[in-house]
């Protein structure tokens, strides 16, 4: 048969299965909607109930929503190649602003689950796609498989290992690197086409110059779109930079089986490694990751306890990589943790290192082998596994072993299961695949969905966490923190005490004891763990402001200010501290030193409530009664409202013989503190005063209910029983209605 017959032959065999037929986009609509359906379901318990860790700190301590997503958007774009997560943040945002117009509370929870599992479904559809694709460039003749692509993306889509990324809020940002880069790499695929639809594999670059003339609209924009999503990706997160690694990589493992076409590509494959790592090497630079005239770089562990440099993290990493492929291949409950206790290498030797290293290069051999005998999927997978990696051995982190790392590697492991289920194609009956399918898909689904329990709140996380790695600091104190939360302090001190053990230089496992101690009443064992905290940490704000309020408890007020003032000066943009600050001045009795960081609270966060009503009263000292009276309304509009400043406040106005105001004060007192009988005694004398019988008489009767001793209050309803009523006098008012 011709070449031109045979081609209209495959032309005909596949017409039902050429892009834009009715019968897959029907095919498609199916996939992608068992694929979300799959997704969902796998999450359908997710019964979240806070958010976790960082997501705490980055999303629920922003008070304005639409503020932070503009200042987000302008991240974006006015510093637009400079990574970061401008991007993931923004989404956040549009989050919380969509539970505000649906009447929800803004940081309700449901809304930022039911998002990320959305994505991890388009992730599945995109691993279908991508597979799909790669197996029609390196199966030109056949029709195009729906078996393969659809079986791994259903064990992607339920996978236990996901859990962490999905449920941990602010992992999104993994997700959303994924999906740039599957879309990416899809779009590069369908742009490397020559205009008939084969593949430019073994063109030249002049071939390729030659077709720029001729190319679709539509390969035009795949060809935009390629460097259109790299910047999202790594606008979602900096782990998106080495995506023209994987670029080049999957080039090279379509070009591999082609000698010559591989010679004229190695002349493109090494400048372009060594323009990738240099743009990776030159952010890292920027951010001060590294020393690039040292080559080194020095790592804190979170507790503060050692310190490792490129090499031991190197060696480490390597070990937490073989983790990662058992993680994915085999994901046994007992091994998936969320704070793994996992060592540092400090040799080759040490914790097998040696061995881990060489199960890597044998495992890079194998992608060159398989590449180079047209096994393009498991070579890209192996390569790709790495290059998702990469971040996590350029920019240094103290976790070492983090499941959500894998989610981006994950798509690499995809891939080597694509190129197995081909290999054993036609050997195996699609009868037997199928059910080994469901089987597996079954057990990862039941798994997830057993996870998802686990990521409930702080304390399902950490309790299982703490079964599993029970000498890990972090885990005690977190654990601990979660119960002390519960209001069960007696009991939390222990966790934090064995925390403490486990790690002395630990500075959070030390204030959150000291935090319990004090709780306790045990003040001066507070008072010790604050300062050795300070020792190992001298530059933790929280520290001090807990030292601070330790001090304030046992009457060191000098102490305590100098202790604010230092905190004050580490995070000059907390408004509590200049509270804090402010509270000590006055109890100091400087009333007019607690006036400036009162308004520079206020400056920060105007609607401080406790802010306010302190302001309020420094002002009150200061005979300022008239801005005194406005700030302790605006406290008690927001929630904020004490006796103790009102009283102030009244003695001012009395001070001033502004009886009305005082009147006003004087109500606020007794409504606050019923048992307060000085100040209801002085509130019924300025009633009567202003012809206020009725009411007067009702005060002094509240006092003598309170305190039947009470002779003044006694006398002057007997005045009171003796005069006449006087025109005007609110006869029929009650106090008691006010």
Request: aromatic share 10%.
């Amino acid at each position: 048969m011709s070449r031109n017959r045979r081609k209209e032959s495959l032309s005909g065999r596949a017409r039902w299965s050429l892009p834009g037929t009715r019968i897959q986009r029907l095919h498609t609509l199916l996939v992608c909607l068992l694929l979300l359906g799959l997704a969902g379901f796998a999450y359908c318990n997710a019964d979240r109930e806070e958010f976790l860790f960082d997501s705490r700190h980055d999303l629920i301590e922003t008070d304005n929503p639409q503020q932070m997503l503009t200042s987000q958007v302008r991240l974006l774009l006015w510093a637009p190649w400079q990574p970061g997560q401008p991007f993931a943040h923004a989404t956040f945002m549009l989050n919380a602003l969509l539970n505000e117009a649906q009447g929800r509370p803004t940081w309700d929870l449901s809304g930022f689950v039911i998002t990320n599992v959305l994505i991890h479904g388009l992730n599945a559809c995109l691993v279908f796609f991508l597979i799909r694709t790669l197996l029609s460039r390196i199966e030109p003749g056949r029709i195009p498989s729906v078996w393969i692509p659809l079986a791994v993306a259903v064990l992607f889509a339920v996978h236990p290992i996901h859990a962490s990324s999905v449920l941990y809020i602010m992992q999104r940002r993994g997700m959303l690197v994924t999906a740039f880069h599957l879309l990416a790499l899809l779009c590069f695929l369908r742009a490397r086409r020559s205009p008939d639809g084969t593949s430019e594999a073994a063109d030249d670059g002049r071939a390729a110059l030659r077709t720029l003339s001729v190319w679709p609209w539509s390969r035009w924009l795949c060809a935009l779109g390629v460097p259109f999503f790299y910047w999202l990706s790594f606008k979602s997160k900096t782990i998106g930079l080495p995506l023209p690694v994987g670029i080049l990589a999957i080039e090279f493992c379509l070009r591999a089986p082609d000698r010559a076409a591989l010679r004229r590509y190695a002349r493109w494959l090494v400048p372009g490694l060594l323009v990738a790592s240099a743009w990776m090497c030159l952010f890292a630079f920027n951010r001060g990751y590294f020393d690039p005239y040292r080559w080194a770089h020095r790592i804190w562990s979170y507790d503060g306890s050692v310190t490792w440099g490129v090499w031991e993290h190197f060696l480490t990493e390597s070990r937490a990589f073989v983790h990662y492929w058992k993680l994915l291949w085999l994901p046994l409950p007992r091994w998936s943790c969320l704070d793994h206790d996992f060592a540092v290498s400090w040799s080759i030797w040490d914790h097998g290192a040696i061995v881990a290293i060489l199960f890597h290069v044998v495992l890079v051999i194998v992608a060159v082998i398989a590449a180079l005998r047209s096994r393009p999927l498991v070579a890209f997978g192996i390569f790709w596994f790495y290059i998702g990696l990469i971040p996590y051995i350029i920019y240094p982190q103290s976790e070492l072993l983090v499941e959500y790392k894998t989610y981006v590697s994950s798509i690499g492991a995809a891939l080597v299961l694509a190129e197995g289920m081909r290999a054993v194609r036609g050997r195996v009956s699609l009868v037997l695949q199928a059910a080994i399918v469901t089987t597996v898909s079954c057990a990862l689904l039941a798994t997830t969905l057993h996870r998802n329990s686990i990521y409930r709140n702080s304390k399902t996380v950490f309790a299982d966490a703490i079964r599993k790695s029970p000498n890990k600091p972090r885990v005690q104190a977190s654990f601990g923190y979660a119960i002390f939360r519960e209001g069960r302090v007696a009991e939390s001190v222990s966790y934090f005490e064995a925390a403490v053990r486990l790690a002395p230089a630990y500075p959070a496992g030390r204030a959150h004891l000291a935090l319990a101690y004090a709780m306790l009443g045990r003040n001066e064992e507070a008072i010790a763990q604050y300062r050795e905290g300070l020792r190992l940490a001298p530059d933790r704000a929280d520290l001090r402001n807990g030292l601070a309020n330790a001090f304030v408890r046992t009457h060191r007020l000098d102490a305590a200010i100098e202790q604010y003032r230092k905190a004050v000066a580490l995070r000059s943009d907390l408004p509590e501290y200049h509270v804090n600050l402010a509270g000590a001045l006055l109890r100091a009795g400087r009333a007019l030193d607690a006036i400036a960081p009162l308004r520079e609270a206020l400056r920060i966060s105007p609607d401080f409530a406790d802010a306010h009503e302190r302001l309020a009263i420094a002002l009150a000292a200061q005979d300022n009664s008239t801005e005194a009276l406005s700030h302790l309304r605006q406290a008690e509009k927001l929630g904020q409202s004490s006796a103790w400043a009102w009283t102030q406040l009244a003695a001012l106005l009395l001070r001033e013989q502004r009886e009305v105001e005082a009147v006003e004060a004087l109500q606020r007192v007794v409504r606050l503190d019923p048992a307060n009988v000085t100040q209801r005694y002085t509130l019924g004398v300025l009633l009567r005063k202003q012809g206020q019988l009725a009411d007067a008489a009702a005060v002094f009767g509240d006092v003598l209910k309170n305190d039947p001793s009470h002779t003044g209050a006694r006398k002057q309803l007997e005045s009171l029983a003796m005069e006449p009523s006087r025109p005007g006098s609110n006869d029929g008012a009650s106090l008691r209605d006010d």
